[in-house]
């Protein structure tokens, strides 16, 4: 364990000797209070009996306005004397009141909901920026102890009544652990209102959150994803006949168009064997990339206002078809994944042969989980879950490497001359994963693709058992505590020139931090479980957009400051004037 700096010993002696002086005035005061707050208490208790007399007896009229201004004065009074004595504790005696950070943020939520709504997708902009006040805020042998991190950096920030978030790339492993080490819960705060908590991913608890990872992880497995990779190919083979379908038409494609429909159909096969249908349509179902967007971007707003989602539910369809298109909004309201699941349901019990290789639900509701974990309200959210995650992530990634890629002609001309020799066999014989992956170039603009395409916002997690040591804090037990995989990806001592996309940083011998600070799919117990069908969509994808003999893309009217991230919404989008990046097929 790490020694304290003298200077931190000291700042954490003065913490507490103030703590202990404000809980000494906190209790003398409620002391000297408590009798006049009796007093308001039975007077107001009095007109309250009075009033109700007088309106049994029918006479209203009688009624004395002293008597209401009374109670409205002594349950206001009350009610700011409870808020004055939360935010007193909460900036002054709560467990967390020892670490630094905006006091707005320690007294309330607030701030983060004018950062995320008001401000537009901020929250995890204004996160760096607290960890960069303090850090420059930190006396001078204090700040010694920190120089394996970058600069000036706090290493950790709290940023709410009862969370906190570390920058300190060392400690990721220490922090996502796996169930080896020790138990991790979700933060259930973190997530409220969103309609998925029935999914795996956003089980509370780490044991039900096992049991139900479990019983998915084979298909999700490499060998599993093997197993369906042919039908993957399949999808973005037919994504390739609709590019060379509009080879010199002069159109104009939105790319996170085409490939919100290409990821949008193969989780929909993966996930349920459906036949969406995505791909077929004209335009490429725009539709369907809206509305990926709008639930992710909303979250924020339903973790707030939970009841906002559960009132969208409760919604006739024929209302939501006047906003999105029939199907889409059966989408959005789960009916349709819910009509999947009983089919399934249906056709495994009819069926005499073995259908647990088809889809996930398949796989399943085949299995021995127990028959709760079976149920259509359950396998709804978890449906949910892996349309909106399959669907925008996969996609997004994909964006970066086609804008990257025909940014820079080189890059181009590099990648494309990589892929002639596994190209020889097409269109008779398509590249496999294992193929492709060892091709450097390729993983190269891959991973360039996560790493600036990292998930923006702290991912929250909570050691239900034992407290966390970080440093010369101790992190009580249960406290949620995050990192961003964006300040992870974006560390300039890790990565030079972190903003630029730069494949060949990871061809032959290159930094092994690297490798340590790359975490697109986060770790330990509850990293991403799809980890080896987005590797395999990706490999596929990006390959088939570059192969030799192709039709040759070329960006139209694209700028770079429209796909760079600057909004945190867990996810990291582009400002919100950015134009869609389109390209033309010659």
Known sequence: MEKSSPALALASEKAWEFASKADAVLRTGVSRAAPHVLAAKNKAWEGAHSIGTKLAQG???????TEVTTILSVVLGLYFA???????????LHPLAKFPGYKICAACEWYEFYCYIVKGGQWGNEIRKMHEKYGKQLPNPARGAFKSLNHNFCPIVRTSPWELSIRDPVFYDQLYVTAATRKTDM?????????FDNSHHLSVSHDLHRIRRKHLEPFFSRQGITRIEPRIAELVMKMDKRIVGLKGSGAVVPVDHLLCALTGDVIGQVSSGMQAGLLDDPDFTPAWKDLMIKSTTIAPLFRCFPWINKFLQSLPTSIMNSVYPKGISNMMLGKTGQRNIEKIKSDIATSKKDLSGVSVFHHLLSSDVPESEKSTDRLRAESMILLLAGTLAGAHTLTFVVFYVLQNPQIEKRLRTELQPVFKGYPNKMPTWAELERLPYLRGCIKEALRLNGLVGNLARCSPDEDIQFRQWVIPKKTPVGMSIYAMHFDPSVFPEPEAFKPERWVGQYDRNMDRNFVPFTKGSRSCLGINLAWA???LASA?????GGPKLVLHNADESDIKISRDYIMGFARADAKDIRIKVE
Request: positive net charge.
């Open 82 to 92: 409870y808020v004055f004595a939360l935010v007193f504790y909460r900036l002054y």
């Open 187 to 195: 933060w259930p705060r973190g997530r409220e209102g969103n309609g």
């Open 544 to 548: 088939m957009l570059f192969r030799p």
């Open 537 to 539: 969509e990706l490999y």
């Open 59 to 65: 006479n209203v009229g009688d009624i004395d306005r």
